[in-house]
């Protein structure tokens, strides 16, 4: 696999007109909503740049619609904390840019801890072999991110609307997202941006310095609560952005791209399926 065929693939311009951009994804999420025939849009907020600039760009397409159409057009913002969130102050900052039309807040603790539990106890004493703690950390935090999408469809499906989903160029090529979790959605207006263009796009919409510029963080496993995805990827954001880019990286670091690019192929690809 070549670093040009993954660029192909990610569609990630080495040059953006920031303005642009905004329009044309502006337009994009309009245009699948007329398509849909849906009138609502469900997104998740965090207090990240990837949520933010997402949601902002999700009302923006609601506020155009309503004006030429004269339709009821709306977009749900969803807070979906796990206990208490440690940046939750980010979260109602992010909520304050975006200015949703409506706010929904569901926290996920009580059903996240009863389904982890009831599996836990299924499995126990059926010796089967598990990875340790450390990655029983890592299964509940996958747990919670399933959770907080089927919170976001029985929104959607109760309104008649569609789940916006967060995830960039920068997080497709290394698979970093939950599969049927943050990653099953209706629609990626992020697609095609980088890291760092995402950033610059969120910076133009009007969001605040410390919400643009903020360090990215899953922020879904208890043992070390506010890990940066740059340690989970095991490469920078700046480097990432720079193979996208088409640009010369060192060689680990566009080796591990790459390799987690391929191991991560299945995240990416239709549902396997035997030739009949």
Do not use: W
């Amino acid at each position: 696999m070549k670093q040009q065929d993954i660029v192909q693939e990610m569609k990630v311009k080495p040059v953006i007109d920031v303005m642009a951009e905004i329009q044309n994804r502006v337009e994009f999420i309009k245009q699948l909503m007329l398509k849909s025939q849906v009138h609502h849009l469900v997104l998740g907020i965090s207090g990240g740049v990837d949520s933010s600039t997402a949601g902002r760009l999700s009302q923006l397409a609601v506020e155009q619609l309503r004006e030429e159409t004269g339709e009821h057009y709306q977009f749900i913002a969803v807070r979906l904390p796990y206990k208490v969130q440690m940046d939750e102050d980010d979260a109602q900052q992010a909520l304050q840019f975006i200015q949703a039309d409506k706010v929904v807040t569901v926290n996920i603790a009580t059903e996240v801890d009863h389904i982890k539990l009831a599996v836990d106890e299924a499995m126990e004493g059926n010796d089967f072999q598990t990875n340790g703690h450390n990655h029983e950390d890592f299964v509940k935090g996958n747990v919670k991110a399933r959770m907080r999408m089927i919170v976001q469809y029985t929104i959607a499906n109760k309104v008649g609307g569609l789940v916006v989903g967060t995830d960039h160029s920068a997080e497709a090529i290394m698979g970093f997202y939950t599969k049927h979790g943050d990653g099953a959605v209706d629609l990626t207006p992020l697609f095609g941006l980088n890291k760092r263009q995402v950033r610059t796009l969120c910076k133009e919409l009007g969001a605040p310095e410390n919400i643009y510029n903020k360090p990215a963080t899953a922020d879904l496993e208890e043992l070390d609560p506010q890990a940066l995805d740059e340690v989970r990827l095991g490469v920078s954001y700046q480097y990432i952005d720079d193979f996208l880019e088409g640009k010369t990286v060192p060689e680990q670091a566009a080796e591990t791209i790459i390799k987690q690019y391929q191991r991560t192929i299945h995240k990416r690809s239709a549902i396997p399926t035997p030739n009949c």
